[in-house]
């Protein structure tokens, strides 16, 4: 090699060096760019594995095995097309859904629907705390000490804490889920079986079975997850140009909420359907069930798991109905606001976490006819959101060149009929079920 040759070689390899840093570094800002877009559909889609959805997929994989693995595929979807229309109405129009329902359909639906949506959260709130008080339980800390301590920590966390503060703590309970990966994993599926059922539906004409679809659906998809997912873009100040990050927080956050799902019914499946135990009531009575068959470590994790689920649920739930009523009355709200700022928004906030705990430290409490009072309501709740979601979204007027495209539309509208179909179904199994 000539020496004129040689610093045209060592140019190039520097430029080469140069380059890849660049690119690397370049790599890293668009992933530290999209950390900081994570939230809104990431919580919003985790706690909807609140205490009754665990319940419900501890009893799916306890009495069906691995046979209903295929449901999580279009519940992924589902899911997916409704929130993405809802962070997209968020982004696009700056109000959240409550305050488009209020504008497009007037006060007296909307007033319907929050009335509605508050008894519901409230009874979903006190089905929260009472998951709590049996998960302490099962590591020996009595419901009296436990109930009032965490109450008392999700309102500091709420009432004292910035918008980006308390996503951060949402955020960071959402990674105690990881432990039903965990609980999956000792329980020692077989996980060829598990990838079968995955893409081979097994479909049964039997009651039972089939009101167990509804009642997986009716825990994925439920009022209080739409109406926070918007509420949280609106205040969290997305704009156009975020769109694309929001949405994939949305697609993110629903894939990982319905994995968590899926290794749930994994785990009861590998252990208690095995074992032949297939009557499960609760949550907690799922954990204590997984001791003799998959050991202490398994019941742990399971019930921390159910833990840390209960809390970001009793975390997410009042305030999305915070947001909804104040939203609807046209008060302010905001959770960099203080208690003179907006004193209805974190009012209803304070005075439905701590009702809901007062209620769930009552000796005796029915939980399994809260939770079927309270799956009657969103029974009737369900379709009105999403035919309201379907037509705003859709709207020129309201969305302008973010409406949804012909296709989309078609296939949110099959989407909302569908689940409806199966709320309305789901309704009157619950109805014959409390009376």
């Known amino acids: 090699m000539s020496r004129l040759q040689k610093p045209f070689k060592n140019i190039r390899e520097l430029a080469s060096r140069t380059t890849g840093r660049l690119r ?68 696009a129009t700056g109000q959240g859904l ?72 949402f955020l960071g309970i959402s990674l105690i889920f990881l432990c039903y990966i965990a609980s999956a994993i000792l329980a020692r599926p077989d996980w060829g079986e598990v990838g079968r059922q995955f893409v081979s539906p097994t479909i049964s004409a039997d009651p039972v079975y089939l009101f167990t679809v509804m009642a997986m659906i009716g825990t994925t998809i439920t009022p209080f997850m739409q109406f926070f997912v918007q509420s949280s873009a609106v205040e969290k100040g997305l704009d156009e140009e975020d769109l694309g990050l929001a949405r994939a927080d949305v ?27 297939t009557n499960i009531d609760s949550a907690a009575t799922a954990a204590e069930a997984l001791a003799p068959v998959a050991g202490r470590y398994a019941q742990y994790l399971f019930g921390f798991g159910l833990f840390g689920a209960s809390m970001l649920a009793m975390g997410v739930l009042p305030l999305a109905t915070a947001y909804s009523v104040s939203e609807a009355l046209g008060f302010e709200k905001g959770l960099s606001r203080s208690f003179r700022e907006a004193p209805i928004f974190l009012g209803i906030f304070t005075s439905l976490l701590f009702l809901g705990a007062a209620i769930a430290l009552i000796p005796q409490i029915p939980q399994i006819q809260v939770l079927l009072v309270t799956q009657a309501i969103n029974g009737v709740l369900l379709p009105i959101i999403l035919v309201s979601i379907v037509r705003l979204s859709g709207s020129q007027e309201i969305m302008g060149r973010f409406k949804n495209g012909r296709i989309f539309n078609l296939f949110a509208w099959f989407i909302t009929v569908v689940i409806s179909l199966l709320s309305i179904l789901l309704l009157a199994r619950s109805f014959v079920a409390i009376f």
Do not use: H
């Open 24 to 91: 690397r570094s370049l790599s890293a800002n668009r992933f530290y760019v999209y950390l900081a877009f994570l939230g809104p559909g990431i919580i919003a889609a985790n706690a909807g594995n609140d205490a009754g959805g665990i319940a419900t997929y501890s009893t799916v994989g306890a009495a069906y095995g691995y046979t209903m693995l295929w449901t999580f595929v279009p519940m992924v979807l589902t899911l997916i097309v409704v929130q993405e229309m809802c962070i997209r109405m968020g982004v």
């Open 98 to 169: 409550a305050d488009l329902i209020r504008e497009r359909f007037g006060v007296r639906l909307t007033a319907i629907v929050m009335i509605a949506l508050l008894v519901a959260n409230a009874g979903v709130i006190i089905s929260q705390f009472i998951g709590i008080s049996q998960v302490s339980e099962l590591f020996g800390v009595p419901r009296y000490i436990s109930v009032p301590l965490i109450a008392i920590l999700i309102w500091l966390v709420v009432a004292k804490g910035s918008q980006e503060r308390v996503e951060q703590v």
């Open 251 to 277: 697609i993110v956050g629903t894939t990982f909420a319905m994995m968590i799902a899926a290794f749930i019914v994994i785990a009861a499946a590998a252990t208690l359907n095995k074992a032949g135990i």
